[in-house]
């Protein structure tokens, strides 16, 4: 079959065999042999080394991995890998990722990778005066944390900064935080800050009289936060029943109830993530810290918000998406899984700001194609459409036959397995 590909917009990729997307996509990421070789292994991550990740391991979960195709981010093509078990989220992402390339794609950033770690401190009987002893002791400090990593002072990290939050009034009495403020490079970084906070606390102790409890870093990353945005002229977004000012003015309202009700804005992240996280499974993150921070971040100022926002401007529709990311593109969990390291080298990034920027670009792009399709024909159409698919390979429809079970299945509205198998029978007895 002939497609006609340009980095990461490639015609009819869904349609080709496997080994013709593997061609395809080795052609356009620049993948070498041993990459397709690796995707084509059976076994995802040897048992051994699973083994030696976790206690008490059994085996390894498979989930599919697919490619979010058409992003155009900061003028550059990005091939997007994206693990998740939820049939609508590829196709989604890739579908609104055309429509906004059309209107000169996304544009996207995250901030330096500024971890933060706490200490917590009770018994400390003046918090002000503490307080002020921390502060001027800052430089010692800064120097003892960075003393024990030698390579992120070398490569341009390490500790930064020192914060002091004082909580007066927990239900265990005034305590003292002191935030650890570290510019982890391209790690994500849990390990160096938490062995930093630990190697301070002795001396904290010292300088505030206090005694220190956790030493932990927090995932409310917000000194570390990734934003992306996208301009859509309401031409783009018309559709066989609405024109596009219509669809821009829905897709307001739509948002507006998001910041005006919580149990709306939990499914619009949800949405979100969606992206975000199938990102992240791809890439080797921590998701359940990427999920605690984003939600943390989500309800900043006291009520729990939407991520994105969506505006319009003079026959525009302005979105925009700003989270805190905290990513890594080095360490040892990255390296020791096969699929994550060609995750990353499909996508083409190196440094973890890089990483955090697409991912907000992502979580931009399935946000709004959710909203879209829930402002025009509403969700279950796209996604019956994706689960006829489904049946039909489930029904034993070769490929050449599979498109025309779907739209039987559709026809019919009847979308169930045993339809799927009367129409598969129906076809064969017809050839
Ligand atoms: C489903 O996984 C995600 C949506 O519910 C998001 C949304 O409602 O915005 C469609």
């Known amino acids: ?209 206090g005694e220190a409890r956790l030493r932990i870093l927090s995932n409310l990353a917000d000194q570390r936060l990734a934003r992306a945005t996208a301009r859509i002229p309401f031409h783009l977004l018309k559709t066989e029943r609405f024109d596009g000012p219509e669809v821009a003015q829905r897709m307001m309202e739509a948002w507006a109830f998001a910041a005006a009700d919580p149990y709306r804005a939990t499914t619009h992240n949800k949405g979100v993530m969606n992206g975000i996280d199938a990102v992240a499974l791809a890439t080797g993150q921590d998701w359940r810290g990427i999920e605690a921070g984003a939600h943390a971040y989500a309800a900043r100022h006291g009520r729990y918000a939407p991520l994105s926002e969506w505006r319009v401007d003079k026959g525009v529709l302005l979105g925009s998406i700003e989270l805190p990311l905290a990513v890594g593109t080095v360490g040892g969990n990255l390296e020791c899984n096969p699929r994550v390291n060609f995750g990353l080298r499909m996508l083409g990034v190196r440094a973890a700001r890089d990483l955090a920027a697409v991912m907000a670009a992502v979580g931009l792009a399935q946000n709004f194609a959710a909203m879209r399709a829930l402002v025009t024909d509403g969700i279950q159409r796209g996604h019956m459409a994706l689960h006829a698919r489904g049946l039909a390979v489930a029904a034993g429809a070769p490929d050449s036959m599979a498109e025309q079970v779907v739209e039987g299945l559709l026809a019919c509205g009847e979308i169930k397995l045993s339809k799927a198998r009367e129409i598969v029978a129906s076809i064969r007895a017809a050839a």
């Open 1 to 209: 079959m002939h497609t006609r590909t340009t980095g990461s917009r490639i015609e009819g990729f869904y349609k080709l065999q496997r080994n013709q997307r593997l061609t395809t996509l080795a052609q356009n990421a620049g993948l070498e042999d041993h990459d397709v070789t690796e995707l084509l292994n059976p076994t995802p991550l040897a048992f051994e080394v699973a083994d030696h990740m976790i206690e008490n391991a059994i085996g390894v979960l498979g989930l599919p991995l697919g490619v979010g195709l058409n992003f155009l981010i900061n003028g550059r093509e990005r091939l997007v890998p994206m693990a998740v078990e939820e049939p609508s989220v590829v196709a989604a992402a890739s579908s609104a990722a055309r429509l906004i390339r059309e209107a000169g794609g996304f544009f996207a950033e995250a901030d330096a990778p500024l971890m933060i770690g706490q200490i917590q401190l009770v018994g400390v009987t003046a918090l002000d005066a503490a307080s002020e002893d921390l502060h001027a002791a800052a430089p010692r400090l800064l120097a003892a944390a960075n003393a024990v990593h030698p390579n992120m002072l070398r490569r341009g990290a390490g500790a930064r900064k020192i914060e002091v939050r004082p909580l007066p009034d927990t239900a265990c009495g005034p305590m003292l935080i002191v935030h650890l403020i570290v510019d982890v490079g391209d790690a994500m970084g849990a390990n160096a800050v938490n062995s930093m906070t630990e190697i301070v606390s002795p001396m904290i102790e010292e300088i505030t009289g």
